[in-house]
């Protein structure tokens, strides 16, 4: 469900017409729905709502601080991977208490800033991170609350670059060794082990690995219990899929009910951490149409948005739909939506149905809200686009575009060069 919609042939996002927006701020830009948003937040929410849960929005799929902000608004936290995110999160107002910390790299002063801000938990991948982390606690004075991540090796079905909890990916540590850890962690000094911790990828369409690895991890705390050590929050992470063509995820309903009946009798705070389940189907990216070509057999249509904006189809091979913005282009033809970057991988759609459209068009990218504008670069020294939310009848300019002066800033000619 989305607020993507056309009114008199036209693409709305809620009540406003996604050309006056594009006319007001110029293209290309990221549209993202309060509206879609905030109804992906709640189904998602208050699916779990019976349960002692915390929803910790994952902040790398979409971390502008006004959308944080809006789940910061609906009682949500946010889960965090490094402390440029923890900033963020704390500038869009979330309660320190409803963040976690995820990441297999996370740096000394990365630990202290969050020990400063007193987050809820660090989901701990290894046991250096461990040391590190008592170590800086203890030259605050402070202790850390700590959560182990478990890679529970379960085969999550999904694109290889976003399967996590294989034995053979970087994250967590793995479940045989983990019993060690958790005893040794328990005996040390500035820190408390309060729970356990799992995410074994993302755009998962069946529930079935997460209800796997949710076994696994129950089976696991039992363990962690006969050693007597006491849990009180169990992460889940996120990972939950959306639509992009023709994937059926489960609902959030579905999802949550699945690991409701397997967390029967566990007495922990859940912690979920979705993100793209939440923003993805929230947001789009609109570019204009700059040329069209036929080279030999091949038809291209060359718009003014490129893999630096969207990274997803050239890094993932990820399918995005491509809509008209007028829908009164009606037909359609077999192309390749390509950008202005200098590389043959720099393309949003590849052989696939698009508008029949002519220079000067725009474009709608669909299913962009996550993981669109923050995997966006300056690559080809472009300048980022800006972000813009819809709110009923008005639009707000959440980051404006950059400025050439923004491209260059903090660059500098050293003195034997003048
Ligand atoms: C990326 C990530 C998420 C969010 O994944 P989605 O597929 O966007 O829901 C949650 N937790 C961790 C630890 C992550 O790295």
Redesign the pocket.
């Known amino acids: 469900m989305h607020h993507f919609d056309y009114q008199n042939q036209q693409l709305h996002a809620e009540e406003v017409a996604v050309a006056a927006i594009a006319e007001a701020v110029g293209t290309p830009f990221y549209l993202y729905s309060t509206a879609t948003l905030t109804q992906h937040f709640k189904a998602f929410d208050n699916a779990f709502g019976d349960l002692p849960h915390v929803t910790c929005f994952?902040t790398?799929?979409c971390s502008n601080i006004a959308i944080l902000r809006l789940f910061a608004s609906l009682g949500g936290g946010a889960?965090i991977?490094s402390g440029g995110e923890l900033f963020r999160a704390l500038k869009a107002g979330i309660d320190p208490q409803r963040i976690v910390y995820?990441g297999v790299g996370k740096t000394e002063a990365e630990l202290a800033a969050a020990l400063k801000a007193g987050i809820l938990l660090f989901?701990v991948e290894s046991e250096q991170e461990l040391d590190a982390l008592a170590r800086v606690a203890a030259s605050l004075g402070v202790t850390a609350p700590v959560s182990f991540r478990i890679n529970p090796d379960v085969d999550p079905k999904t694109h290889a670059y976003i399967s996590?909890g294989l034995a053979k990916n970087k994250f967590g540590i793995a479940i045989d060794q983990a019993l060690a850890v958790y005893q040794r962690a328990a005996a040390m000094d500035n820190i408390e082990v309060k729970g356990v911790s799992c995410?074994i990828g993302?755009?998962l369409t069946q529930v079935g690995p997460f209800v796997e690895s949710l076994r696994k991890v129950k089976a696991f705390l039992a363990r962690l219990a006969e050693a007597g050590i006491a849990i009180s929050h169990l992460d889940l992470?996120?990972?939950?899929g959306i639509t992009y063509n023709a994937e059926a995820p489960p609902h959030p309903e579905a999802y949550a009910a699945a690991l409701k009946e397997e967390m029967a009798g566990l007495k922990c705070t859940l912690i979920l951490?979705?993100?793209?389940?939440i923003v993805g189907n929230a947001g789009i990216l609109v570019s204009r149409v700059l040329y069209t070509k036929t080279n030999v057999a091949k038809k291209f249509v060359i718009v003014d948005a490129g893999m630096n904006d969207l990274a997803r189809p050239s890094l993932y091979g990820a399918y995005h739909a491509i809509l008209p913005v007028n829908q009164q282009r009606q037909d359609k033809v077999v192309a390749d939506v390509v950008g202005p970057i200098c590389e043959t991988g720099d393309f949003l759609a590849r052989d696939a149905e698009v508008p029949a459209c002519e220079a000067g068009d725009l474009l709608a990218v669909m299913s962009a809200g996550?993981y669109g504008f923050t995997m966006s670069s300056n690559y080809n020294s472009r300048t980022k686009v800006p972000e813009v939310l819809v709110r009923g009848d008005a639009f707000h300019v959440i980051r404006q575009r950059e400025t050439l002066d923004d491209l260059v800033r903090g660059e500098t000619i050293p003195e034997f060069l003048r």
Not at 237 to 240: I, T
Not at 273 to 277: D, I
């Open positions: 994952a790398k799929a889960d991977v995820s989901n996590t995410h993302s755009q992470g996120g990972g939950l951490e979705p993100g793209r389940v996550a």
